[in-house]
């Protein structure tokens, strides 16, 4: 268990609708990060939080959103569905690092999306 | 930008035997990190070992070791003793930036045959 979690473990819909991926981090780790896996992109990097802020986008599209609240949990918030958004989309964790650190991310186990 | 690629899609290896996942890296950046993550059928990832550009020996974490070879760009990744909980996709990932994003290889799926 890395200490990160994320709900919901699955999510089935439709195209032209819109969810929420909820992700909660390790206790004391101030930085949030979501990535995307799918079969035709493998793992891309989408976005990441840093205290509240936003710190650095990936390849996220503007269909996609996300934010940081206060107590540090994250939501991404995907509209206007597609089929191809059908992915795993995880959230990892860490504390916010600094240039040689180690910084090792801690991942979620996952918010499997099926888009029908 | 940089980039990692791992050439295997996919390895078998027999149980007890060690073997070798092939990873390569591109980056113009002095300062890097260098990461393994296995990723069994069940989805999560799990990371197994750590690389910093700036270490000067390779690192072990038990029956996991990374020869990192940096002037050859790359940094595989050894398993000893193969187990059959080892079967799973594996995947390299650099550190990119400041701001510590991971950028992943397309993954190695490894099988293991009793």
């Known amino acids: 268990d890395s200490g990160v979690t994320q709900t919901p473990k699955h999510l089935i819909t439709a195209t032209g609708q819109r969810v929420t991926l909820r992700c909660s981090p390790r206790?004391?780790?101030?930085?949030v990060y979501w990535y995307q896996q799918s079969l035709d992109q493998g793992l891309q990097f989408l976005i990441q939080?840093?205290?509240?802020?936003?710190?650095a986008k990936g390849n996220i599209l503007e269909r996609f959103s996300a934010q940081q609240f206060p107590d540090l949990h994250s939501e991404l918030n995907l509209s206007s569905l597609e089929l191809g958004d059908s992915a795993l989309y995880f959230c990892?964790?860490?504390?916010?690092?600094?240039?040689?650190?180690?910084?090792?991310?801690?991942f979620g186990p996952g918010t499997r999306l099926t888009v029908l | 930008a940089q980039k990692i690629t791992q050439t295997q899609p996919g390895m078998f290896v027999q149980e007890k035997e060690a073997v070798t996942l092939d990873c390569t890296y591109d980056?113009?950046?002095?300062?890097?990190?260098l990461f393994w993550y296995k990723q069994p059928s069940s989805g999560e990832m799990i990371f197994l070992i750590y690389?910093?550009?700036?270490?000067?020996q390779n690192a072990t974490e038990g029956r996991y070791s990374l020869n990192f070879q940096k002037a050859r760009k790359s940094a595989n990744l050894v398993i000893s003793a193969s187990q059959l909980g080892d079967s799973a996709m594996y995947f390299c990932?650099?550190?990119?930036?400041?701001?510590?994003?991971?950028?992943f290889g397309q993954g190695t799926e490894l099988s293991v045959k009793p």
């Open positions: 980056t113009s950046d002095p300062s890097y990190g």
């Open positions: 690389q910093g550009s700036y270490d000067q």
């Open positions: 990892a964790s860490s504390e916010f690092q600094t240039v040689r650190s180690y910084n090792e991310q801690f």
């Open positions: 939080y840093y205290n509240g802020e936003e710190r």
């Open positions: 990932a650099m550190r990119e930036g400041i701001e510590g994003k991971l950028i």
């Open positions: 206790s004391g780790d101030l930085s």
